[in-house]
Every structure is written in structure tokens, then in C-alpha cells.
């Protein structure tokens, strides 16, 4: 799949203050508007992009270049009559695409979640746009593109429609037919990509995508540029976060990404901080110092949650990012247990505590463990079942990292280490054995179907 980026235009209403930069290199947590579409499409498969530029062509070839830092290829189709109209940068790429091979229609200010995207492709058609029914969440209403949608299919689009359900998010799935509809509809000094489209929709050849509750933004001036960082931030947990996480952790990390996404500062560097701030929590655990090993453990727990989040806002996550947190994790979590079991064999000698402690710590690998040898077996997530009561309860309150790491706070503060560490044992590998139960029920199900 190839991608048309159409970045020819002034943004005469982001440079209302007097600013030279183009509106597409204005920057959104360290990346410019362009960089995320960019990035966002490679997301979703895509390598090979053509951008079509006019205004300052020169800085944004200089921002993007080929493209090799990205891990894509970009080239670029200058405009020189893109006052026209974005119609006229469209036309500009006509022979860069084989007939009836479809593209994908892309604008350099419109900002989305690559999810968006991917389940656009997924489910793609030939010539369809991207549609918003969540009007009232629009950010700038005016000024968007209004779209009329029956039956599935484009029946009018325009910024002046007054019968309209959706709006356009400027991403389309094109094919060569845009340039002759657009053709077909030049016959004035200016011409709109909505002019080609509405030329379409009359022969019923525009289908539609509604995004659902995916978020997309068209960033026109710099207010809606502060609305939207501001959004992303809040809204930059994990769908898979824990109760302490959603409900306490994200209260200061969210804070804590938001000072340093705006730098260098990389989510691999972050992870590897909070790996430290486990081995300090486990060594201030070691030397009785229960109080501040315990803060130190929460700290040690709200670091995990920026790494993710900046890597989520800059577009970095990685594989193996997500690798490297999850061993480094496990560390940490070993280094905090054995502090802590270690301190209480010193006050009370007993084998107990070494056999406590042992578990917890096992119990604690097999609670990732156990999740990812399900997926690696089936290629599924691990998905609790409501007949599955106790677990299903155990795994939505107790187990899981930010819980764990929570109990181990609050039994530094109160001085109840030993009773923590027994807690945790019992806990994690019961819920280990539910879950290979459930797990041996699934597959067994699995089989004889």
C-alpha cells in the first residue's frame, strides 16, 4: 500500500501570529504534525509515500528527507499552483499510481490513533472515506468537512452542507478514479478534493468508514493544537492497565510524561530508570529501611506507566521495548521481594520467611509468564471467563504488577513486611493455578472443536 500526503498548503490560520514555520512542522510532543502522519500510516503497513508540497517545499523536504530514518520512502511532487486548492495537489500525483491501484489519500494536518487506520485497511473498499458520527466531539465544527452518509455510501460532502450525520477525517481510500473526477469537476481557477469527491458520490462509487470511538483531529490553529495535547496526554494509558494504575498511577505519571515527552528523553531510557528505582527499593527494603523502600516501590511503579505513555505519544513503541521492559520488570520485582525477605530472615530467623519469599517471587514470574505462553500457544489473549469467579475477581483486583508493587508500599509504611510477603505468595500462585486451569479447559475446548 502507497499513501498520498498532500502538504502543499500555507495554514494561513496557525500563522496568524506572524510564523514562518508551515503549519505541518509544528511540533506535537516532539514530532511535527507531518512526522505523526507519517508514522502513523507506517503503523499500519504502509512504506511507500508520495507528499505533494507548495508552501516553504524546501523546509519540509529538509524536516522528512528520503524518509530512511523513518524506516520508509518518501518522495516528493511539488505544486507550484497550490493556491488552487488541494484538488490541484492531487492532480499533481496522477501518474504516479497504476490503474485501478489503490492508495491511500492522506492530510499532512490531520492527526489519528494508528489503530484507526489499521482497521480502515483492514476492512477497506475501493474509494471509501473515513467518517465521524460523534459530531458534537468535533473540535472545530465550522470549518470541518460535512458529509451526508445513506446506505453506507458518500451522498454529499461540503464545509456549507446543512443536511449532514457525519464528518470527513481526511483519510481516504482512493483509486486513479479521483483524478479523473477531479478533472472533470476543474473548470474554475480553484478546485477542492471535496469537488472530485462529490462528482464521485453522484455515481454512488464513495463508500464510507465509520471510526467509532477512535479520535482523530484536523489541527487549524494553534488553540486546537493545545486541545489536542492536551487530550493525548489524558488519554495515553494502556487499555490493559491495572486498578492501581488507572486509578493512582496514572494521576502522577501522566503528569511526569507530560514534562518529559517534550524532550530527548527516550521510553528505553525511562524503563530502565524505573528498573533502578526497583533495585534502590530493594536495597532500602535490605537495610530495614521499610518506609522509603515501600515509596520507593510505588515510585519504582509510576515510572512504569511513562515509558509506555511517552512511547505511545511519540509513536515509538517497539517490540522490543516492550520486551525490555517486561525482563527488566521482572528484576526489579525479584530485587524488592528479596530485599524485603531477606530483612525479615534477619529479625526473625526462621526457613519460613526464605519459603514466603521464594513464592512470591515465583508467583510474580508466573503471572507474565503464564499470559504470554497462552499467546505464544494460541496466538489469543488471555481472557478471564466470567464462569471463572474467583479468578476472574482475583485478576481484575489483586494480581497483577501495579497491585503487587502497591501491597509492598503499603507493608513498608505500616511495618508489616513479613504479613506482605506471605499475602503475596498465597495470592499470585493461586491465581497461577486458576488460571492453568482455566487455561487447560480452554485448550481442551479448543481440541474438540
Known sequence: MKALIISAGEGSRFRERGGKTPKQLNSLFGLTLLERVVLSAKRAGVRDFFIVTGYKAEKIEQALGNGGKYGVKIKYIHNPEWRKGNGSSVLKAKNLFAEEESFLLLMSDHIWEPQLLEEFLDKRKKCSLCIDRKISQVHDLED??????????????????KRYNAIDC????????????????????????????????RKGMIGTFDIGEHYWADIDTPQLLRKVEKYLCNSSGKSGDGPISRKFNRLFSQRLTHLLVRTKITPNSVTLLSFMIGLLSGGLFWFHSYLFGGLAAQLASIMDGVDGEIARLKLTET??????????????????ILGMTYSQFKVSPSPWIWIAGIGAIVGSFMSMLGKEKYIALTGKRLIVHRSDGLLKWLSSHIQGRDVRLFLIMGGGILNLVYPTILF????SNLCA??????????????LNQ
Open 424 to 427: 503475596l505468595a498465597l495470592i
Open 144 to 161: 470541518a468537512t460535512k458529509v451526508l452518509v445513506i446506505n453506507g455510501k458518500v451522498k454529499a460532502i461540503g464545509k456549507d452542507l
Open 170 to 201: 481526511g483519510i481516504f481510500l482512493c483509486t486513479p478514479a479521483i483524478f479523473t473526477a477531479l478533472e472533470e469537476a476543474n473548470t474554475s481557477d480553484n478546485i477542492f478534493l471535496s469537488d472530485g469527491i462529490r462528482i464521485l458520490a
Open 433 to 446: 493455578g486458576l488460571r492453568l486451569w482455566g487455561v487447560k479447559k480452554d485448550l481442551n475446548l479448543d
Open 319 to 336: 517490540r522490543f521495548g516492550a520486551y525490555f521492559d517486561a525482563i527488566l520488570d521482572r528484576y526489579a520485582d525479584a530485587f524488592i
